[in-house]
């Protein structure tokens, strides 16, 4: 079983639809926890960090569940910018960064 | 560009080659982090350096694999006798050193990713 599970997708979505994305960690010790975007043969940036109280930045949600080792992020008003792969990330201890396979979110016009 | 570079950005190489890879880090960041990263997978954690010292190494990291930072500074990834599954983009990112934060936690510090070097094995 992977460490950090998520659906690979596609996801194609119309401009301004709401796009949600789930992911689920397998160690409980687990302590930080990231959604990171990559774009097509781009290296992964840091879209946001998820906190257990949800946090918001602008159009993007995040959630984290830690009884149930579950993470989400929320799209609302899907851009055709927001085209990409969504990565489901946790940290284990000393910053060593544990990665998803990547949800590919296509928005199409 | 004060970002992490990397260099080759593309290498092929025959079966059987060594190949040599070196990441730059952002200057003032003392932690320097390899993965890679197949095709359809997200990256995978290589090994991690502080400063000059080698910490972690992912069990991933067989005995061709090498790496370096000697000077604490830029860092390089050897993999000696390449097969065609290290065909990879090879990352790397960098990041700040921890600070200790009120109650003894210890702050998690972005890591910045250089474009990567994709290597190609024939």
């Known amino acids: 079983r992977k460490e950090v599970e998520q659906d690979p997708g596609p996801f194609n979505v119309p401009e301004g639809a709401t796009v949600a994305f789930n992911c689920t960690y397998s160690?409980?010790?687990?302590?930080?926890f990231f959604w990171y975007r990559q774009d097509c043969r781009k290296e992964p940036k840091l879209l946001m960090s998820?906190?257990?109280s949800g946090n918001e930045d602008g159009r993007f949600t995040a959630q984290l569940n830690r009884a149930s080792q579950y993470i989400s992020l929320l799209i609302r008003d899907s851009k055709l910018s927001d085209s990409a792969t969504y990565l489901c990330?946790?940290?284990?201890?000393?910053?060593?960064?544990?990665f998803g396979t990547g949800t590919r979110l296509q928005v199409f016009p | 560009d004060t970002g992490v570079s990397q260099d080759p950005r593309h290498k092929i190489t025959k079966r059987g080659q060594n190949v040599t890879f070196r990441c730059d880090p952002i200057?003032?960041?003392?932690?320097l982090y390899w993965y890679r990263q197949t095709l359809g997978q997200g990256p995978e954690f290589l090994t991690y350096?502080?400063?000059?010292?080698?910490?972690?190494k992912s069990r991933l990291l067989s005995d061709r694999f090498s790496a370096e930072r000697p000077k604490g500074s830029f860092s390089t990834l050897e993999i000696q006798r390449t097969e065609q599954g290290d065909s990879a983009m090879y990352l790397c990112?960098?990041?700040?050193?921890?600070?200790?934060?009120?109650?003894?936690?210890?702050?998690?510090?972005?890591?910045?990713f250089g474009p990567g070097t994709r290597l190609t094995v024939l």
């Open positions: 350096f502080q400063n000059e010292a080698q910490l972690e």
């Open positions: 160690n409980s010790a687990s302590q930080s």
């Open positions: 200057s003032e960041h003392n932690r």
């Open positions: 998820v906190y257990s």
């Open positions: 990330v946790v940290n284990v201890g000393v910053d060593k960064l544990i």
């Open positions: 990112a960098s990041s700040q050193p921890k600070t200790r934060l009120a109650g003894g936690a210890s702050s998690y510090n972005e890591q910045f």
